[in-house]
């Protein structure tokens, strides 16, 4: 996401930061574009050059004492040039009082004016992982995110071919849903992407020929987790024997999600095919191989030592003869 809207904030319910709005209610509308934080000291005697546009700036104890030290003209002059700056919003910390100036001159520029109860570093530390957080990258995908023994395994494939069945027939295992129909995706940082449900259909699912169930009421909260990252991919394709499907997994394919390379598997579907055990075993070997254990090139590596060795027997003997 570019910029998240300025009224984003005072909605916040995960990240403490106990935002009311004092004054510039029309601006709500206006953008943050950077999760980097700015206290306009300077800006308040004039100097207003290295003002950031778009960015949220905080008020804290000095610039008001320093506010209360000039005349009202000069205040008025001062908050006027500030507000006339293309800033996104001004936050003012501690719970301190706030003149009606102040108010005034944020409602006549269209700036948002709040203010939260924290201090200015806890304030700041706050409102940055909050914005860090909103100004990721996002997508979305037709899909199952489900979490299989601790893997966040992402089911794609064409519709009908199968893909909420499989999920429900691993939630009756013991996994857990993450979401079904549309997988809401977050790029963060560290270079990993997590995945989650939309409000309106989180927890629940579509079964054709049941219809809509709710998974957390009938299996219960265990059976559901509200997000997860994305390990790994299984991509469902309908069987055809002209394809050459992989049959030793020695090298890994890669499905791209918000420019993050995650590991995909590509499981072909036809009558008979148990494609519940075969995700579990794909979870399962997935975690062998983050602790170093890749069975398919493990035995690849023995097999050309095997054939190495008894080519170098049938050479020594082949010489004694």
Known sequence: MDSIRVGTLIGDKDFDLRLELLG???GLDRRVVSSRIQKPGL???GFTEHIHKDRLQVF???????LATLKPDEQRDRLRSLFSLPISCLVVTKNLPVSEMMRREANDAKVPLLRSSHLSSTFIDNVERFLQEALMATSSVHGVLIDVIGVGVLILGKSGIGK???????VTRGHRLVADDIVDLKKRQGGSVYGSGSEIIKHHMEIR??????IKDLF??????DRKKVEMVVELAEWDDKVEYDRLGVEEQMYSILDIEVPLLIVPVRPGRNLTTIVEVAARNHLLKLQGHHSAREFQERLSRQIAQTTVTRGLGDEVE
Do not use: M, P, Q
């Open 60 to 66: 804290g104890n000095t610039e008001l004492s320093y």
């Open 24 to 26: 510039g209610e029309a």
């Open 164 to 170: 909420s069945e499989l999920a429900l027939d691993l």
């Open 209 to 214: 020929g049941i219809g809509i169930i709710n």
């Open 43 to 45: 800006a308040l005697s």
């Open 220 to 225: 219960g909260v265990s059976a559901v987790r």
